[in-house]
């Protein structure tokens, strides 16, 4: 740790550069988790490096993804729980990437606070270390900004990016999906990181008990059932696009069922989804009932308990549900695409 650089000046005016020292010491042994082959600096250097191994790829292309947290950091702060909030960020974008069938090398965070705690930026890391082991990448770097008078001391933003690559012949696009073929659920662990504008309104968690136990989330309570990570799909879809045709993909964020899958679809193809099949967790059904939100709105803001979608032909549905659940996901069908251009019906 540097113990030369200080500045009294700039401690009178909210920032103690002491404070991101000791936040880096603290986060190392977090990040020492995520090594993996290709990673070849240490945190700490004005750049983060890494080895670019292309084995087996003939064609690559870079594939990147950038996302934050959004207001469910609310729940943090309300919690004061501050070590899951870091594999949000990582799935928000790792999980973005894989759609397209990249495999994520490497992830860097960015951490705005209105003070420093160290204690607080190493807990806020070591979900984002948790989230990179997750999805196989390496956190190579990052950045603190201590930014007083813009956050409140004890509130803070983050948000990271990822970088992967793939294969440019075997990149997953929709060139090849056809009417008939079939749509697979990976269910979600969650409301994930979308649509917590409007959660935190439903529940008014900043005026509200959210500590006591729920019956209907089997005795969790709303904050602890809110603060569930948001899943990373990334090995299972690897392993899943090792075994059988792949045709689209799409990533259940923001928008729901309405906005995201058809953005994997093309145009003259719609998915049909049957809505009896969804396996709807316990807590939108709590959130509808709560803020007396109709149906079209739960599906046009939640994951409503899917959160990635996979369309593969017919032929394959029992492998691909069989690869699937041996890497431990209970996938199951909810669809199939057939020839609209509504996008997505759910009946």
Known sequence: MNTNSKSDSYAAAGVDITA???????????????????????IGGFGGLFDLDLTGINKPVLVSGTDGVGTKLKLAFLM???????IDCVAMCVNDIICC????????????????YPEKIAQIVSGVAEGCVQSGAALIGGETAEMPGFYPVDEYDLAGFSVGVADKDRIIDNSTMQEGDVIIALPSSGVHSNGFSLVRKVFDVENSDIT?????LGGKSIGETLLTPTKIYVKPV?????GVK???ISHITGGGFYENIPRSIPKGLGALINKNDIRVLPIFKLISQKGNISERDMFNTFNMGVGMSIVISENDVDKALSILINCGEDAYVIGKIIKSDEGVTIC
Do not use: Q, W
């Not at 991101?20 to 240490?42: C, D, P, Q």
């Not at 690897?238 to 090792?242: A, C, F, G, M, S």
């Open 80 to 86: 004061d729980k501050h070590d899951t909030v870091g």
């Open 238 to 242: 690897l392993k899943l696009i090792e």
């Open 246 to 248: 792949v045709k689209g």
């Open 101 to 116: 069938g990249a495999k994520p090398l490497f992830f860097l965070d960015y951490i705005a606070c209105g003070k420093n």
């Open 212 to 216: 006591s136990p729920v019956e209907e």
């Open 20 to 42: 991101g020292y000791k936040a880096v010491e603290l986060m190392k042994t977090h990040i020492a988790r995520t090594f993996v082959n290709g990673k070849t600096s240490e």
